[in-house]
Nanobody
């Protein structure tokens, strides 16, 4: 019953940066994993990055390694996605999600049961 709300999306030029935020509606629920996914029209939703809440371990899709950083603020029940060196192929709707799975490193949609409404990221050249 946790509600998630993303923010921070927008339009930037190639090489620019954005910081996405995902806030949970409760400070008592503790998911095992929180993650960011993205999707463009006509394509499947793909995993971008995830974080294992208990250990702060993070995992990334190969396409964003070295450019994106996921982090959390436990006190605020918030997860962030810092996106640097943005490319046109990063353009997508970005969704925050939570999961009770221990396999946070497996960035597949079926492990996530709670989703935010999405925030649009557009990268132009």
């Amino acid at each position: 019953q946790v509600q998630l709300m993303e923010s921070g999306g927008g339009s930037v030029q190639v090489g620019g940066s954005l910081r996405l935020s995902c806030s949970a509606s409760t400070s008592t629920y503790r998911p095992r994993c929180m993650a960011w996914f993205r999707q463009t029209p006509g394509k499947e939703r793909e995993g971008v990055a995830s974080i294992y809440i208990a250990t702060d371990n993070s995992y990334y899709a190969d396409s964003v390694k070295g450019r994106f950083t996921i982090s959390q603020d436990n006190a605020k029940n918030t997860v962030y996605l810092q996106m640097n060196s943005l490319k046109p192929e990063d353009t997508a709707m970005y969704y925050c999600a939570i999961s009770g799975s221990n396999y946070c490193h497996d960035l597949t949609t079926w492990r996530y049961n709670q989703w935010g409404q999405g925030t649009q990221v557009t990268v132009s050249s």
